[in-house]
């Protein structure tokens, strides 16, 4: 596949104690755009987040959003299509510090990413809190682009990469779990690279 002409040569444990190259991948420096329709361009002024069901409604602005605490996190983004890049610097606000800036309710399991343009996917709360999930909107010191999910994007380097919603507009909490697109469509619910859970 062209994805893979410039191969990178990886070995030892990334930054949770995994083999940096998950089964089945392979590595590589380019970085491919995989998107299921068109491109949203959302500007950073018209960009709203919205935040619904076991959680305090809430509506946020840029302006909002980027007053929270900003991260920045070195690391590994495996696509289900077998290409994998490697210590990629991430920007953005960690999940559990935008949840702190939230008032989730008891009961509150699973989220629900929703995404400009219609794309849906899902998590369990506890894995979005303890995974190091960013809601990334800088990549290698640039604002990420519009192909990559600018101008923000959740990032989930301990999942394959469609666990992570391009063009971020909604996080849904829910009591139980929901499939989102790709899980209705074949994808695994869990998608742990390297237990290669890629289909169900
Ligand atoms: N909104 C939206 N987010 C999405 C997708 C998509 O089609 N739409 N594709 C997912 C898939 S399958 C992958 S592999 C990654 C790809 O991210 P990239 O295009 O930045 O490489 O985004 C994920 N997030
Ligand atoms: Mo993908």
């Known amino acids: ?27 590589t420096t380019k970085f491919p755009v995989l998107t299921y329709g068109s491109t949203p361009r959302i500007s950073a002024k018209d960009w709203r987040l919205r935040v619904w069901g076991l ?6 602005t840029w302006d909002d959003f980027m007053k929270l ?16 890049r490697f210590d990629d610097v991430w920007e953005g606000v960690m999940f559990k510090d935008f949840c702190c800036a939230l008032d989730v309710k008891p009961g509150a399991r699973h989220v629900m990413q929703h995404a400009y ?3 849906t996917t899902n998590l369990p709360l506890q894995w979005m809190l303890e995974e190091e999930v960013m809601l990334a909107h800088t990549f290698n010191g640039a604002p990420l682009s519009a192909d990559h999910g600018g101008p923000l994007r959740v990032f989930t380097p301990r999942r394959y990469a469609w666990k992570g919603a391009k063009w971020l507009n909604g996080l849904e909490f829910m009591a139980e ?6 899980e209705v469509n074949g994808y695994s619910n869990t998608a742990d690279p390297w237990k290669e859970e890629r289909f169900w």
């Open 1 to 27: 596949m062209a994805f893979f002409d410039r191969k990178v040569a990886v070995t030892g444990r990334n930054s949770f104690g995994k083999p940096k190259l998950a089964p089945g991948q392979e590595g």
């Open 55 to 60: 959680a305090e409604e809430k509506v946020w």
């Open 69 to 84: 605490p900003q991260t920045k996190l070195k690391a590994d983004f495996h696509c289900v299509t077998h290409w994998s």
């Open 117 to 119: 343009g219609g794309y």
């Open 177 to 182: 779990d929901k499939p989102g697109f790709w």
